[in-house]
């Protein structure tokens, strides 16, 4: 399908184009003489609407105006006549010079936000800067991985966790457009806006989250203080108060929904598949189960294991993964063992809410322990079991090993590596290794992150891998 070529020169020329649509402008300015003019045409306008900043006409409502007693065009055809060579060479020129011109309209145009912080982030293509400390004018920020914090100009604060897409709009309004965000409005900021594909959110004084996807499907959680949501329906508004949420459809606003202290969230794409042929929890008689407080029956996973401890009781969860080591080569001369997991989006809470994660991981020294099974397992009757989230009973258990999941982090691969584990496989005598995961430090904010590790029935990543060499 043929571009939109007024469109995607206006993008360009604004820095908001992607790699391949700047390839492909390049490409074609060398082969189509009309392009290569309409780039010129843009570019001398763009210069000229600068130089008019009070004026209200488009670029394209201005560039479709015929000249009077101007039957060959603009300026700008006059200047270069009918020689294609020469346009084209001008036209290229243009694009490997539209950094330089955004620089010097960027000078000039008003900031209205700025980058506070950032934690594990990797950025996609944007059309602004993304150091830390950048200042921001009108444009798009895409955030694969980790989190970054936004403070607008009027001093609302927006903690994007990727992956994410949002455009800056305005010293007090934004677009997300996919992904998830947690915005603090200080009273100064009242009246703060995020527009999503279907809704609007205005705020009143509050701490609240948001997620949605492209297609419009959203929901909106209300931390403190409250928001006012209008669908694009053009349906009454909803209010929304402290402890209260509410899912968005393309469609219209779902009934409002009672407080969850783990929202759902769209859900994300998975990341690429890990291939492994070392021992698993799908080896043998291996296995790979969660076990949940009472108060978390409408928040379950059959693909990724669950994993949180937070100060409000009837949330927390551990982690359990038994592996056959009968199915190990034995390795007589073993001086290093190895645990490797696959983090993956839960689809519960905000990974900005909280500290980084302190995940300790623990061996099960009772052998009758060991043969437990996920279908029967709960909360009271999980081994070494001790009711706090975070601990394990360590009259039947050890420490071996311990890792940290940084603020913000959702995927990725982590990895214990500790000659405590090395130990404790080469003294079992059951050949049976019963491992639990808790998280130490508790979430002491509300809406804090599920961390999903891949367990055996993960479509995409491998489960829990246990190495020794």
């Known amino acids: ?8 020169i206006q993008r360009h020329l604004a820095g908001a184009c992607t790699q391949e649509e700047c390839e492909l402008l390049q490409t074609t300015l060398m082969k189509e003489e009309a392009v290569a003019r309409l780039y010129l045409q843009y570019a001398n306008l763009e210069v000229a609407l600068e130089a008019q900043a009070n004026s209200t006409q488009s670029l394209r409502e201005i560039l479709l105006q015929e000249p009077a007693g101007n039957s060959s065009g603009s300026t700008t055809r006059r200047f270069f006549g009918g020689n294609f060579g020469r346009w084209a060479a001008a036209a290229l020129f243009l694009v490997f010079a539209a950094a330089a011109f955004r620089q010097f309209r960027a000078g000039r145009e008003p900031r209205i936000a700025e980058v506070v912080e950032s934690q594990s982030a990797q950025w996609a293509s944007c059309s602004l800067p993304t150091e830390q400390g950048s200042l921001l004018s009108k444009g798009t920020l895409r955030l694969n991985e980790g989190i970054a914090r936004i403070r607008f100009a009027q001093g609302a604060e927006v903690t994007l966790e990727g992956p994410s897409e949002v455009a800056v709009e305005a010293p007090n309004v934004c677009r997300l457009i996919r992904g998830s965000l947690v915005a603090h409005v200080p009273p100064a900021a009242r009246g703060f806006t995020v527009q999503t594909p279907s809704a ?11 997620s949605t996807d492209s297609a419009g499907h959203a929901s909106v959680h209300v931390m403190q203080g409250e928001v006012e949501l209008l669908h694009a329906n053009g349906a009454p508004p909803l209010r929304l108060t402290t402890r209260q949420m509410a899912s968005i459809t393309p ?35 291996g296995e790979a189960a969660y076990v949940s407080e009472p108060r978390t029956a409408n928040n379950q996973s059959s693909t990724v294991l669950l994993l949180k401890h937070c100060l409000e009781q009837g949330y927390g969860r551990k982690v359990l993964l038994r592996f056959d080591l009968s199915a190990l080569p034995k390795i007589p001369d073993a001086t290093r063992a190895r645990l490797t997991l696959n983090l993956d989006p839960s689809g519960y809470g905000y990974a900005s809410q909280g500290d980084d994660a302190r995940i300790a991981v623990y061996a099960v020294t009772r052998d009758e322990s060991d043969t437990w099974s996920a279908d029967a397992l709960s909360w009271s009757t999980q081994p070494a079991f001790d009711p706090s989230a975070g601990k394990v009973n360590t009259s039947e258990a050890v420490r071996v090993g311990e890792f940290t999941v940084p603020r913000g982090v959702q995927t990725g691969v982590f990895v214990v590596e500790d000659p405590r584990l090395l130990q404790q496989i080469q003294t079992d005598s059951n050949r049976l290794l019963t491992l639990i995961l808790v998280r130490e430090n508790p979430i002491t904010v ?10 055996n029935r993960h479509p995409t990543l491998s489960p829990p891998r246990l190495s020794v060499y």
Do not use: C, N, Y
């Open 446 to 455: 509300e809406g804090g992150l599920v961390l999903g590790i891949a367990g």
């Open 200 to 210: 609007t959110l205005i705020d009143h004084g509050t701490d609240f989250g948001v």
């Open 251 to 285: 469609e219209k606003v779902l009934p409002q929904i009672p407080f969850h202290p783990e929202p759902r969230r769209p859900e994300t794409a998975d990341p690429a598949r890990i291939f492994t042929s070392e021992i698993t929890t799908r080896t043998g008689r």
């Open 1 to 8: 399908m043929t571009p939109d070529w007024h469109d995607l």
